[in-house]
């Protein structure tokens, strides 16, 4: 079994940054890929970024250039920074782990405001 608790969100101004944090607890036996998920109200989730246990990571498009995801293994956790925020970028963003994603393992989610 599997915990991710999130942390991080809040509200920010357009043009700022937030960094996002997902601590995993557990066993790891599996998980290999690690990823940042959101969802707008009315809106389908949508995958953010992920990234593999070697630090191989990938972006949607939306976000290439102002996010960026990272791993610390040391510590089980996985990071978002968040830079040129926009209003669009306002949602719930979640963690997720797995074997390939989405995995079967999320956490309860993070709420990001981009507003002024």
């Known amino acids: 079994q599997v915990q ?20 995993a607890s557990g066993s790891f036996f599996s998980i290999n890929l690690m990823g940042w998920y959101r969802q707008s109200p009315g ?15 990938n972006y949607a498009d939306s976000v290439k250039g102002r996010f960026t995801i990272s791993r610390d293994n040391a510590k089980n956790t996985v990071y978002l920074q968040m830079n040129s925020l926009k209003p669009e970028d306002t949602a719930v963003y979640y963690c997720n782990a797995g074997l390939i994603l989405p995995g079967p393992h999320w956490g309860q989610g993070t709420r990001v405001t981009v507003s002024s």
């Open 4 to 23: 991710l608790v999130e942390s991080g969100g809040g509200l920010v101004q357009p043009g700022g940054s937030l960094k996002l944090s997902c601590a």
């Open 43 to 57: 809106k389908e989730r949508e995958v953010v970024a992920a990234i593999t246990g070697g630090g191989i990571a």
